[in-house]
């Protein structure tokens, strides 16, 4: 039989794992970056950037949170009007555990706070992530096209290409209902609720929709331009292979297998994307993008703890009677 003080011991190690295990990788990460190069000289790397590029990317990066915010203050009209800086810091602490969070887990925190702090329902809430999370899809995949546009060797042809890929989910929302019910009718009865989840998230009009693509198209733009510019700033060239970089480690970021904090699998990411890009492959250039992969998965981390301690640092709005 398990003492009192056993029990209680369990079961704040249950509570807390998510937690242990974050803090676990983070710390042997940080030790594999001691080990393999030295923290020393992956901070030297940002001497040779120059404090005003490094506070300029900070300062764009925290831009797109307000971006972010403003996307979902014109999703809810009628539960968030005149309540812009609780869901900044909303916002902030979603994107901060989706950040350090493992596998994914920081998004269940979206629908829960939303509903804690506006009294959106748990469902409505789930569904229009669900909807703004396959509207973030797209555009990281209209700036990968937007990549491979620029370096395309037919540009007559790649561009028109890449403006109809643009304009998808626009002229999806406005043939959204026949779509729906063909896409109910095709897929099996276990994706049915998948669906249904979609169709629930949707704003209620072309104009609500068409500003919220607007707005995360705008904000992923600026997010893969500013690291791809940082990329570049650390020696990754050409500059289809930063702008792959920028590319590979936000898609990293949105896909299912996320570690905590993004240690490993960010600046593998982008690893993999400059390389795909056109990156130098020989020894010395993979060790010098690896390098400046860690870099910006750092830049990424601190613009989010920016974000957060500039949201925390704003006074508490009272709520509406």
Do not use: C
Not at 32 to 54: C, R, S, Y
Not at 173 to 179: D, T, V
Not at 298 to 320: M, N
Request: zero cysteines.
């Amino acid at each position: 039989m398990k003492t009192p003080i056993v029990a209680s011991r369990q079961s704040w190690f249950l509570r807390q794992r998510m937690t242990l295990f974050t803090i676990a990788v983070v710390a042997a990460y940080a030790v594999f970056v001691q080990w393999l190069w030295g923290w020393h000289v992956i901070i030297a790397q940002w001497g040779e950037v120059g404090v005003v590029p490094i506070l300029g990317a900070l300062a764009l990066l925290t831009s797109t949170y307000f971006l972010r915010t403003w996307r979902i203050y014109d999703y809810f009209p009628r539960e968030t009007t005149g309540r812009f800086l609780s869901l900044f810091r909303v916002t902030q602490l979603h994107n901060l555990l989706n950040v350090m969070l493992p596998f994914r887990a920081g998004e269940t925190s979206f629908p829960v706070l939303m509903k804690t702090e506006f009294g959106i329902p748990l469902a409505r809430g789930t569904s229009a992530l669900l909807v703004m999370r396959l509207l973030d899809l797209h555009a990281l995949l209209a700036a990968a096209g937007f990549g491979l546009a620029v370096e395309a060797p037919s540009p007559m042809l790649a561009w028109p290409l890449w403006l109809m890929f643009l304009l998808v989910p626009v002229v999806a929302f406005a043939a959204r209902r026949p779509l729906l019910r063909f896409a109910a009718k095709a897929v099996p009865q276990v994706g049915q609720k998948f669906i249904h989840e979609i169709e629930n998230g949707l704003p209620s009009n072309v104009g609500a929709f068409g500003r919220a693509w607007a707005m995360t198209i705008i904000n992923w733009f600026v997010k893969v331009l500013v690291l791809a510019w940082a990329l570049g700033l650390m020696g990754v060239l050409p500059l289809g292979a930063s702008f792959g970089g920028a590319l590979g480690g936000e898609l990293s970021s949105i896909l299912p297998m996320h570690a905590p904090g993004g240690v490993g699998t960010y600046p593998a990411g982008i690893t993999a994307g400059a390389l795909a890009f056109g990156a130098g492959g020989s020894k010395a250039a993979v060790a010098d993008l690896a390098r400046a992969s860690v870099n910006a998965h750092l830049l990424i981390i601190v613009s989010a703890l920016t974000g957060t301690a500039l949201s925390l640092l704003i006074a508490r709005e009272k709520r509406p009677a």
